[in-house]
């Protein structure tokens, strides 16, 4: 079976190139996802900075956009061994079988986070389990087998690049073409999060300028139920809990205290992001009016009845940075409803789910 694959660019040395490449990704994809997870559900410790205000914003990008140019390097890997997963015998030994067993814990756990996380970007859920959990998890099995790999591959690899072949003008290409379809695949999502390649980014689900206000929104007031109570004129801010006493403010209440404006990025996980000018009032005015101490936590809630973020946790970092803001306008207009109206959460450095829309309580624990 073997004799079948005779192309040289099965070889060890193309393996090992394209391993190197992969190898690196995979961690940068892993290293980055794991700032995307522990921002949005940090362990009790852990409190975030809000500066730089863009970290997230860049994190997420790399951690997507990378993630979708290691396309082509995965398939081009995999391509290149596959003639060894017709080895005969298929089991030589107890090491060996242990060897081929890694290997497919190690080919399974990347075809299922890189065809899950393509699918997640474009929005197409056709999994029923839940993707941010089985994201996370399958990493370290991906990441823990890759370390293995590396270890016990790490010596034939070394040997075998270091050498230099005299027929090397056919490998060199294919990897240069392979190199070059990750980077036209980087190039053409790149502007869902670099405003200038917008008109390039012909495989990103939002682009920067589309959406009210010029600003994409992945969830609407229609699709999630708060159209009705959004615009009621009744509607009220309330702060409450562990404060020095209660504070309800209508909307024109807020319009009336000191308005800030903020140049700050919406950043999605699924790797998209837009800068706005955002105008409202600063989320420490209106805790200072319920005396709320400044070592508290704050849970922004939403009108959203249901969902899994229609609340979110803002630490001392966050609501003490003079750029939070209950955010009332963007853009210079009044806030569209489908960005939040009539307030919104707008923060430095957190990810898109956790700037809360349709505000109407802060809950201070």
Not at 48 to 75: C, D, E, M
Not at 229 to 240: E, G, H, I, K, S
């Amino acid at each position: 079976m073997q004799g079948r694959f005779t192309s040289r660019l099965h070889d060890e040395r193309v393996a090992s190139w394209l391993g190197i490449a992969l190898g690196v990704s995979i961690l940068v994809s892993f290293a980055t996802g794991l700032v995307s997870h522990f921002m949005q559900q940090p362990a009790g410790w852990m409190q975030w900075p809000s500066r730089p205000v863009n970290l997230y914003r860049v994190t997420q990008g790399v951690h997507v956009i990378g993630g979708v140019a290691t396309v082509p390097l995965l398939l081009a890997k995999l391509w290149t061994v596959y003639p060894r997963l017709w080895q005969w015998p298929a089991v030589r030994s107890v090491l060996h079988a242990a060897q081929r067993l890694l290997v497919f814990v190690l080919v399974a756990a990347a075809l299922f986070q890189f065809v899950t996380g393509v699918l997640n970007i474009a929005y197409w859920y056709a999994f029923r389990f839940f993707f941010t959990t089985a994201h996370y998890w399958t990493a370290y099995i991906l990441v823990g087998a890759l370390l293995i790999h590396v270890s016990d591959q790490w010596a034939k690899a070394r040997r075998t690049v270091m050498t230099r072949p005299q027929d090397a003008v056919g490998r060199r290409g294919f990897l240069l073409t392979v190199a070059a379809a990750s980077g036209a695949v980087a190039l053409t999502t790149a502007g869902e999060a670099v405003t200038p390649l917008a008109r390039l980014a012909v495989l990103a689900p939002r682009r920067p300028g589309t959406g009210p206000q010029d600003v994409p929104v992945n969830k609407s007031a229609a699709a999630t139920g708060v159209t009705a109570t959004a615009r009621d004129p009744a509607w009220r801010l309330t702060v409450t809990g562990r404060v020095s006493r209660e504070v309800t403010l209508s909307l024109a209440d807020l319009h009336a205290l000191p308005q800030h404006t903020a140049r700050l990025p919406i950043s999605c996980v699924e790797g998209w992001s837009v800068e706005a000018a955002w105008r409202g009032v600063r989320l420490r005015d209106v805790l200072r009016l319920a005396g709320v101490a400044g070592d508290a936590t704050v849970r922004v809630e939403s009108l959203e009845r249901y969902g899994l973020y229609r609340s979110s946790e803002v630490d001392p970092p966050h609501w003490r940075d003079p750029l939070t803001l209950l955010a009332l306008g963007m853009n210079g207009a009044p806030l569209a409803l489908d960005h939040g109206y009539p307030c919104r959460l707008i923060a430095p450095n957190r990810p898109g789910v956790m700037q809360t829309k349709w505000v109407h309580r802060l809950v201070v624990a």
